[in-house]
């Protein structure tokens, strides 16, 4: 919890917007790393039926590299469960978050007006990829 005890009603409310703010980021991220995995399922998808021999290209950090399928599905594998992980953190530090919200709410006797909440999920939906992607080459063999 708080290590200080809010001396008047500014300072709960400004706690009370903090601890908001905060839920809302967490839900931020939740919402980005589940665009995250969807991203890699469509890749797996794409990717798994194909000739594990079949050349293809993975963005990594920015740098466009060229590796063949076997190699590259694994690891988009495993970037894929360590997001889903991280998204298993973020959510059980949401369920703390609204815990700690509620246990405000109530010690202080918080009641929010219908009206005052506000979305703002325009900043994260124009995202586009990561820091990674993959590119599959023809299947034929180039000249």
């Not at 293809?56 to 190699?71: A, D, F, H, P, S």
């Not at 694994?74 to 894929?80: D, G, T």
């Not at 009206?115 to 063999?141: H, I, T, Y």
Request: glycine share 6%.
């Amino acid at each position: 919890m708080h290590a200080k005890e809010p001396v008047n009603e500014q300072m709960i409310a400004n706690m009370y917007t903090s601890m908001r703010t905060e839920l809302n980021q967490i839900y931020s991220k939740i919402t980005e790393l589940e665009m995250e995995v969807s991203e890699h399922s469509l890749v797996i998808n794409a990717i798994q039926p194909l000739d594990p021999a079949r050349r293809c290209y993975r963005m990594i950090g920015g740098v466009l590299v060229e590796r063949n399928i076997k190699e590259v599905l694994p690891a988009v594998q495993r970037n894929k469960e360590g997001i889903e992980e991280v998204i298993a953190r973020l959510n059980e530090a949401l369920e703390k978050k609204k815990k700690e919200i509620a246990d405000f709410e109530a010690k202080y006797k918080i009641r929010i007006r219908k009206g005052d909440s506000d979305m703002k999920d325009e900043e994260g939906s124009k995202k586009e990829g990561g820091s990674q992607g993959v590119l599959v080459g023809p299947a034929g063999s180039a000249e």
